[in-house]
């Protein structure tokens, strides 16, 4: 069964060889150079530009990020790859992986879900990623969703039989910065001061 390092043995349409402790990808430099100027930067740099070294990235993620970019795979992004494919994307300042996982993460915010809240588990997960990744058009439409105007909130939460949800023990929330987590929680009181009082909304 082929796994996806498979897809980067040596032939004759790959013109680069990145290597990764004592691992080795081979590659096309179109791809990797058009969308980067790091990875530009480095190729132009090396000593022998039709072979890379590197040095500061885990050899499995940069499978899944060169994954993205293989006409024959072109890996899609989910759950389970988005912070990898992501961080290495950022790192290597690479604009066309960025941008789908960009895309990726505004379709989970934009996504309908049949939970009353709007919300759904995964939600600070995807804002976490797209803030440290500087992914700021997919943190505006996050924090602009129904999913934070309505977050963990609903008319029978605040009732005084009802058990509150909040966001402690959320790690993904705890890592988001202090001006995120702030706008969240000034939208929070907004909405539970509303649903409180709904003839002087804030």
């Known amino acids: 069964m082929e796994t996806l390092s498979d897809l980067f043995r040596k032939s004759k349409l790959t013109d680069i060889t990145i290597v990764v402790g004592e691992k080795e990808l081979h590659f096309s430099k179109y791809p990797l150079m058009e969308a980067s100027a790091v990875l530009t930067e480095l190729i132009e740099e090396s000593e022998d530009q039709s072979r890379l070294q590197l040095t500061d990235v885990e050899y499995d993620d940069l499978v899944l990020f060169l994954?993205?970019?293989?006409?024959?795979?072109?890996?899609?992004?989910?759950?389970?790859?988005?912070?990898?494919?992501?961080?290495?994307?950022?790192?290597?300042?690479?604009?066309?992986?960025?941008?789908?996982c960009e895309e990726y993460i505004v379709q989970q915010f934009e996504m309908?879900?049949?939970?009353?809240?709007?919300?759904?588990?995964?939600?600070?997960?995807?804002?976490?990623?797209?803030?440290?990744?500087?992914?700021?058009?997919?943190v505006q439409i996050g924090m602009s969703s129904k999913k934070v105007q309505?977050?963990?909130?609903?008319?029978?939460?605040?009732?005084?039989?009802?058990?509150?949800?909040?966001?402690?023990?959320?790690?993904?929330?705890?890592?988001?910065?202090?001006?995120?987590?702030?706008?969240?929680?000034?939208?929070?009181?907004?909405?539970?001061?509303?649903?409180?009082?709904p003839k002087f909304p804030y």
């Open 67 to 100: 994954a993205c970019l293989h006409p024959k795979q072109l890996l899609s992004i989910t759950d389970e790859n988005l912070e990898r494919v992501a961080t290495l994307a950022d790192h290597f300042e690479h604009v066309g992986v960025l941008k789908k």
């Open 150 to 197: 309505m977050a963990y909130y609903s008319s029978k939460s605040l009732g005084p039989s009802s058990q509150l949800k909040g966001y402690k023990g959320s790690d993904d929330f705890e890592e988001l910065s202090l001006e995120t987590k702030f706008e969240i929680l000034r939208i929070r009181l907004e909405k539970a001061e509303e649903m409180i009082n």
């Open 112 to 138: 309908k879900r049949d939970n009353k809240d709007g919300m759904y588990p995964c939600f600070f997960f995807h804002l976490r990623i797209a803030e440290c990744c500087g992914l700021s058009e997919a």
